[in-house]
């Protein structure tokens, strides 16, 4: 009975961490440049050591346990905007962010000029050209962004925007602000991404989907607590039923 617990606790943990990610993935639904989250979960097997030689063997009790929240890299749908300081990407690629933390990624191209003439995120985070951040004069006029990231204005080109990918984008961190950290160095996207400008990518969170997902998570998570409630009262009575029997 003690076993059954402990497994309906795992599921219950497992299904818990699933709704986290479910409700974080709904909140960034409206977020540009989003990429949801998935659960993966694995099941692990005890006991490892086990006693054959009864006549009912010990059987392997099945656990629940997380095995990781992979990104979801699919493309979300890109919007025209009009606005020359906004850019999506298509493919896997990522823009270039430079942080107090230290370098970050992003897919929020919804990029402003800051007092100083940077480019910059709409946090303030200057934006990374292929030599640094990319200054804007104060008298330039016909900003315009091409395909290949180009920035150009009436006194000729002014940067181009570095995107840049990685060989196991999954290993990405969110480092908050809709930013990934990564531990590894990235390297140049070249045609894994290309720029689509005056455009914005929006989130790739299927709300339907998720709401559905999520109503059948709710639904498992009270079933198992159902039954792990009902499994500590069947233990209560035994235990109260054992004491009887030795009192009498």
Known sequence: ????????????????????????NMANVTTTGFKARATRFQEYLMPKASAETFQRPDRKLSYVIDSGTPLDLSQGPIE????????????????????PQGERYTRN?????NPQGQIVTSDGYPVLGDGGPIQIGQQET???????GTISTNQGTRGRLRLVTFA?????????G??????????????????EPGALERSNVRPVLAMTRMLEVNRTYQLV??????????RGQAIQRLADVGSA
């Open 80 to 99: 025209a905007t009009g606005n020359p300081l906004n850019a999506a990407i298509r493919g896997e690629a990522f823009f270039a962010v430079q942080t």
């Open 1 to 24: 009975m003690q076993n059954a617990q402990l497994i309906g606790l795992s599921s219950q943990m497992a299904l818990g961490r699933e709704l986290d990610v479910i409700a974080n």
């Open 225 to 234: 607590s159902d039954t792990v409630s009902r499994l500590d009262s069947l």
């Open 142 to 148: 016909g900003l315009a962004l091409g395909p290949d």
């Open 178 to 195: 809709n930013l990934y950290s990564s531990q590894t160095p990235p390297v140049p996207a070249g045609p894994q991404g290309r720029i």
């Open 168 to 176: 196991s984008p999954q290993a990405l961190t969110n480092a908050g």
């Open 109 to 113: 191209g919804a990029f402003e000029l």
